[in-house]
């Protein structure tokens, strides 16, 4: 159950360290022939996300800060389960760790 936000937009969730905040992709509900599927049928969400916002990178043994390796508006693939709910009106968002993400798709 993702927790109901008390912010207007998403734009006020500045993730933190190597936090990734991202959109999951919405499954098709409609066929390209017309035909409706059943919430059932879509209920498992799609592993591709776009990337909505990073935090500055968390610090390594040394003290230095290591970058996350995703930016704004790249096309992710996460695993199926996983990441931390944010819902924002009808909207719904996800914070995974940077080391969560499976690849970086490039098209």
């Known amino acids: ?17 190597d936090r990734v905040l ?3 992709f919405k ?3 409609k066929t390209t022939s017309g ?8 209920s498992s969400p799609l592993p591709e996300a776009t990337v ?7 610090p390594d ?9 995703v930016q704004a508006g790249d096309r992710v693939l996460l695993p199926g ?7 924002v009106g009808e909207e719904e968002y996800f ?3 940077d080391s969560e993400i499976l690849a970086k798709i490039q098209e």
């Not at 043994?61 to 390796?69: I, L, M």
């Not at 389960?81 to 819902?87: A, D, L």
């Open 1 to 17: 159950q993702a927790a109901q936000a008390t912010f207007k937009s998403i734009k006020a969730v500045v993730p933190l360290l």
């Open 22 to 24: 991202v959109r999951r």
């Open 27 to 29: 499954p098709e509900t």
């Open 35 to 42: 035909i409706i599927l059943p919430s059932s049928a879509t």
């Open 52 to 58: 909505i916002a990073t935090g500055p990178g968390a």
């Open 61 to 69: 043994k040394t003290g230095a800060v290591r970058p996350v390796s």
């Open 81 to 87: 389960w996983g990441g931390s709910p944010i819902k």
């Open 95 to 97: 914070l995974f760790r």
